[in-house]
Each structure stands twice: as C-alpha cells, then as structure tokens.
T-cell receptor, first 112, second 115 residues
C-alpha cells in the first residue's frame, strides 16, 4: 500500500514568517499534487509537479518534487492570514488505476 | 459553470436509517470518486468509478454502495447508518489522465452525523 506522510500536522505562525510543509513516501509517484482546503469547502488544486527535481512557484508559494519522485515540499514565504487552511499533498501514478493517494494534511494557521 | 454539485450539505441520521448522497458534475469528466474526511486521517477513498458503467472499491467501502447513474451522476448510499459513518463526505471528478496536471475537482461536501 502506498502511503504519503505529511509533516507537520499542525502549524501556527505569525504573519510574515516563512514555513515549509513536507510530504514523504517510500513509493515512487508519477506526479505529486498539492491542494488547499478552506473550512466548509472541498480541496482546490494548487499545483501539479511531474518531473523529478521540478520546482514550481505560485506567487509566494514554492513547490518542489524530489529527484527520486518520492517526496515533495511546499514553502510559503512571508505567510499571510489568507494562507490559513488545510494543505493536502496527493500522489498519482498510471498504475494506481486512476486513484490519488492523499496525505493526512497540514493544518496551517497564520495569525495577524 | 457549477463544477461538482453535492446534495445535501448537512444531514442527521438515526442509527439504522438509510440515505443516498447525490453528486453531479458538468465538466464531462470520465472518472468520479467518493471520499470521507475525518480529523487527522486525511481523505480516504470509499468507491470510485473510472468510467460510466464501472465502479470499484476503495480503501474503506464497508457499509456503502454506489451507483454510476450516467456520465454526470455518481451516488453514494448508506443502507444502515452507523455512528462510525459520521464524517464529511466529498465527491470528486477528474479526467482519466488526472495525474498529468488537471487533478481532481471536488464538491463542497456533505456533513453527515449519525446519532
């Protein structure tokens, strides 16, 4: 069974601080996706990384896919209260029969 | 463009009652999914349908059944609700090759409480 472990599970920081969320597995994935979920809503896709070593930037968010395609990280620079939410990583592969494997999530709270 | 629509948004059931959660998507996606979300456990797959006419069990299928009524609609049925099924349920849809970029589109969820 393929598993994705996210850390930390909870993160509470002040506005303006930087943070990194990690997503690790012992399995190789074809792609890693990051989703953000706000209270009362479903997750929304932020980014997909498909190549080992790939780095993608989305404004203050930087996503990286590990060289071996087993891990990924999400770095937020100068966090803002609007970044508050649940961040989920998810791994996909052609041999998974069309299913994503989700991590447990990281609950981020950014205080003004 | 509504995306994925789930009904109802909230439901309270008594133990042993049955109900059906409805899901419809208007993006012409082939694949549809049902997940449950519990604190600290992320999203766990209950059932999925890779294409119209097919359904398969996910990680936690016990106590649930599904129907892929047509390409747009995928329903989840609880035949005899139990307190352990108290959760938030999400429906999602995707293209077949979701892992290359498009990912999943989720509905806004159904919060179910079984008392």
């Amino acid at each position: 069974t393929q598993l994705l472990e996210q850390s930390p599970q909870f993160l509470s920081i002040q506005e303006g601080e930087n943070l990194t969320v990690y997503c690790n597995s012992s399995s190789v994935f074809s792609s890693l996706q990051w989703y953000r979920q706000e209270p009362g809503e479903g997750p929304v896709l932020l980014v997909t990384v498909v190549t080992g070593g790939e780095v993608k930037k989305l404004k203050r968010l930087t996503f990286q896919f590990g060289d071996a395609r087993k891990d990924s990280s999400l770095h937020i620079t100068a966090a803002q209260p609007g970044d508050t939410g649940l961040y989920l990583c998810a791994g996909g592969a052609a041999n998974q029969g069309g299913k994503l494997i989700f991590g447990q999530g990281t609950e981020l709270s950014v205080k003004p | 463009n509504a995306g994925v629509t789930q009904t109802p948004k909230f439901q309270v059931l008594k133990t042993g009652q049955s109900m059906t959660l409805q899901c419809a998507q208007d993006m012409n996606h082939n694949s549809m999914y049902w997940y449950r979300q519990d604190p600290g456990m992320g999203l766990r797959l209950i059932y999925y349908s890779a294409s119209e006419g097919t359904t398969d069990k996910g990680e936690v299928p016990n106590g649930y059944n599904v129907s892929r009524l047509n390409k747009r609609e995928f329903s989840l049925r609880l035949e005899s609700a139990a307190p352990s099924q108290t959760s938030v349920y999400f429906c999602a849809s995707s293209e077949v090759t979701f892992w290359t970029g498009s990912g999943y589109t989720f509905g806004s969820g159904t919060r179910l409480t079984v008392v």
